[in-house]
């Protein structure tokens, strides 16, 4: 109906069936703008090391599956199902994190046998899958044409998503770093056009008096075979005077190799990763270097992992279940050598870890009688933990 000359249209549920690449964009970007800089951002050098660095680190870590009240590790057949797919758990883990950085969310469908138990992960790739969410009525439903003909329920479905605007759909972080990768693709085309020149810059040959359009195309002619891309050292003969006027500012005054640069710090605020890990040594020592991998561990690194944790353990597991799936990150810091001796010689001082413990931490064997636990009393004899049945002065 019409109200005040304007079209009144009754909505009864609001419905996304977008996938992350396709949503528009509120920055004012075109939905093909956004798909063009989707393709072009990972052939920049900062952004695929960016998503190389997260999306290695995470599918190397180790997954381990606990048991809530005592965090044993446990062998269960939940963990089977990372080496049963058509991927390795590696580039499963891989692709599942890649795709969440650069189109939003990561998709695996999680194939169940006849009692419900997860039997195996089926990967699906960006366009194999579409998701619908009915915000009205807080429903979500996906359609994966290769592993069902109907819809699918989220229960069955692993979505690694971050960066949300409603809750349960996610933007890949080239959504928000539009204008910034702009900048950066601009630069490296200018620097490819500068060097492909032959360090050349644009501008015009102006002469002191008035020159007949033959002559205008015969010093047009000669110019432009002395100084094409491929005859960068030749010389131009001209045969009256001129001058040449230059249009364009050569490398340093546009300040190209200073853009390029802050292009990489960029990027590296976005990913949230130091530009030291993206190749950026400008400012560096051995400390910084160490400083950011622990960084890098804690505040890049830690977030994912929780988010990561979070999905599988309630589709895999769920609330009632006495189990829950631990991905190790201390795997992620075994390169800081001084830091893990440091951190293992204080655990075992101190009864926390047994020396079979930290031996294990670190991907040693066993040894005989390394399972006891060392407290710093000065009597030897009452040093282990376990069967020490004695009082010491200090008790009594």
Same mark, same amino acid.
């Given at each position: 109906?019409?109200?005040?000359?304007?079209?009144?249209?009754?909505?009864?549920?609001?419905?996304? %069936?977008?996938?992350?690449?396709?949503?528009?964009?509120?920055?004012?970007?075109?939905?093909?703008?956004?798909?063009?800089?989707?393709?072009?951002?990972?052939?920049?050098?900062?952004?695929?090391?960016?998503?190389?660095?997260? =999306?290695?680190?995470?599918?190397?870590?180790?997954?381990?599956?606990?048991?809530?009240?005592?965090?044993?590790?446990?062998?269960?057949?939940? #963990?089977?199902?990372?080496?049963?797919?058509?991927?390795?758990?590696?580039?499963?883990?891989?692709?599942?994190?890649?795709?969440?950085?650069?189109? @939003?969310?990561?998709?695996?469908?999680?194939?169940?046998?006849?009692?419900?138990?997860?039997?195996?992960?089926?990967?699906?790739?960006?366009?194999?899958? =579409?998701?619908?969410?009915?915000?009205?009525?807080?429903?979500?439903?996906?359609?994966?044409?290769?592993?069902?003909?109907?819809?699918?329920?989220?229960?069955?479905?692993?979505?690694?998503?971050?960066?949300?605007?409603?809750?349960?759909? @996610?933007?890949?972080?080239?959504?928000?770093?539009?204008?910034?990768?702009?900048?950066?693709?601009?630069?490296?085309?200018?620097?490819?056009?500068?060097?492909?020149?032959?360090?050349?810059?644009? *501008?015009?040959?102006?002469?002191?008096?008035?020159?007949?359009?033959?002559?205008?195309?015969?010093?047009?002619?000669?110019?432009?075979?002395? &100084?094409?891309?491929?005859? +960068?050292?030749?010389?131009?003969? $001209?045969?009256?005077?001129?001058?040449?006027?230059?249009?364009?500012?050569?490398?340093?005054?546009?300040?190209?190799?200073? +853009?390029?640069?802050?292009?990489?710090?960029?990027?590296?605020?976005?990913?949230?990763?130091?530009?030291?890990?993206? *190749?950026?040594?400008?400012?560096?020592?051995?400390?910084?270097?160490?400083? =950011?991998?622990?960084?890098?561990?804690? &505040?890049?690194?830690?977030?994912?992992?929780?988010?990561?944790?979070?999905?599988?353990?309630?589709?895999?597991? /769920?609330? @009632?279940?006495?189990?829950?799936?631990?991905?190790?990150?201390?795997?992620? $810091?075994?390169?800081?050598?001084?830091?893990?001796?440091?951190?293992?010689?204080?655990?075992?001082?101190?009864?926390?870890?047994?020396?079979? #413990?930290?031996?294990?931490?670190?991907? $040693?064997?066993?040894?005989?009688? /390394?399972? +006891?636990?060392?407290?710093?009393?000065?009597?030897?004899?009452? %040093?282990?933990? #376990?069967?020490?049945?004695?009082?010491?002065?200090?008790?009594?």
């Amino acid at each position: 109906m019409k109200l005040f000359g304007y079209t009144i249209e009754k909505r009864s549920e609001e419905t996304s %069936n977008l996938t992350p690449a396709e949503e528009p964009n509120g920055a004012g970007f075109s939905l093909g703008y956004y798909v063009k800089q989707l393709q072009v951002s990972t052939t920049l050098s900062a952004v695929f090391a960016a998503v190389e660095l997260i =999306s290695n680190s995470l599918a190397q870590l180790p997954i381990h599956i606990r048991k809530k009240k005592t965090n044993e590790l446990v062998e269960h057949p939940i #963990e089977k199902i990372f080496y049963t797919s058509l991927l390795s758990k590696f580039i499963l883990m891989k692709q599942l994190v890649v795709d969440m950085l650069l189109n @939003g969310s990561g998709i695996a469908y999680i194939k169940r046998n006849a009692s419900g138990q997860p039997e195996k992960l089926i990967y699906c790739a960006k366009g194999e899958w =579409s998701r619908t969410y009915d915000s009205l009525n807080g429903i979500i439903q996906y359609q994966i044409p290769k592993c069902s003909t109907s819809t699918i329920g989220p229960e069955d479905v692993i979505d690694l998503y971050k960066n949300t605007t409603n809750g349960v759909e @996610g933007k890949g972080l080239i959504f928000y770093a539009l204008r910034a990768l702009s900048i950066y693709n601009s630069a490296e085309n200018a620097a490819q056009s500068y060097y492909e020149s032959g360090c050349q810059v644009n *501008g015009i040959l102006k002469s002191s008096r008035r020159l007949s359009k033959k002559q205008e195309e015969a010093i047009k002619t000669a110019w432009n075979t002395a &100084h094409n891309a491929y005859s +960068t050292n030749s010389i131009a003969v $001209m045969d009256i005077d001129l001058d040449y006027v230059p249009l364009s500012g050569n490398a340093n005054d546009s300040q190209l190799l200073e +853009t390029r640069k802050f292009s990489i710090q960029e990027v590296a605020r976005y990913f949230n990763i130091s530009p030291i890990l993206l *190749g950026d040594l400008s400012h560096t020592s051995y400390n910084s270097i160490e400083q =950011s991998q622990l960084e890098f561990v804690l &505040h890049t690194l830690g977030p994912y992992i929780e988010l990561i944790q979070d999905e599988f353990n309630r589709k895999l597991f /769920g609330w @009632g279940s006495e189990y829950y799936i631990d991905i190790d990150e201390t795997h992620a $810091m075994l390169a800081d050598k001084t830091s893990t001796a440091n951190y293992l010689s204080t655990m075992t001082k101190n009864g926390i870890l047994s020396i079979n #413990e930290a031996r294990h931490y670190i991907g $040693m064997q066993p040894i005989e009688g /390394g399972d +006891t636990h060392i407290i710093p009393f000065t009597d030897l004899s009452q %040093n282990t933990i #376990e069967g020490n049945d004695k009082n010491t002065e200090a008790e009594k």
